[in-house]
């Protein structure tokens, strides 16, 4: 069971915590318990053969943590890194591992908890988008912050967006 799917005694959805981060305009969060600690950004060492997205290892206190550029796992163009950039490092839970890996994203915005109450399920827009990659969305006043589920997306080897390429 996810974060997303825990309810109290009292049958409410519980409340998740949860780091959001900016991908250009759009917002997006992972639970806090994925994250093992955030990095001001630094270019991996390069690894030839692996898919687009992945930029090659960052050093973690002597532990080579693969890491993959976010944008373009999500079928977003890239971006050059900015002083804002930074380095997120989620130990991701698959079904016969916990996977350290690093992804690099546009800025952290901040470590908040989420109304479980007011998290709602990925928006079905037919074709062309993978919805079952969006644990969920919270309406902000400024729009919405996206959940991802991250072992969806790095569990899996076909792409994000439906028609993207890996």
């Keep these: 069971m996810s974060v997303l799917e825990r309810t109290s ?3 409410r959805r519980e409340d998740v915590q949860v780091v959001t981060f900016g991908l250009g305009r759009e917002v997006f969060a992972v639970p806090v318990a994925m994250v093992r600690e955030i990095l001001d950004f630094a270019p991996p ?3 030839p053969g692996g898919p687009d997205h992945f930029l090659g290892l960052t050093d973690v206190r002597g532990q080579g943590i693969p890491t993959v550029d976010f944008r373009r796992r999500l079928g977003l163009p890239p ?4 002083l804002a950039t930074r380095i997120i ?5 698959l079904p016969d591992r916990t996977l350290a890996l690093g992804v690099v994203i546009d800025r952290v915005l901040a470590v908040s908890t989420l109304d479980g ?3 709602e399920p990925a928006p079905d827009i ?3 988008w993978r919805s079952e ?3 969920g969305v919270v309406r902000e006043r400024d729009g919405f912050v996206v959940i991802l589920d ?17």
């Design 79 to 82: 971006a050059e890194p900015t």
């Design 117 to 119: 109450a007011r998290v």
């Design 150 to 166: 991250v072992a969806l997306i790095f569990g899996r080897e076909d792409a994000v967006m439906a028609d993207a390429e890996t």
């Design 45 to 47: 060492s390069h690894m």
């Design 133 to 135: 990659f969006v644990a």
């Design 9 to 11: 005694a009292a049958g």
């Design 126 to 128: 037919g074709i062309g």
């Design 89 to 93: 490092i989620l130990d991701v839970p």
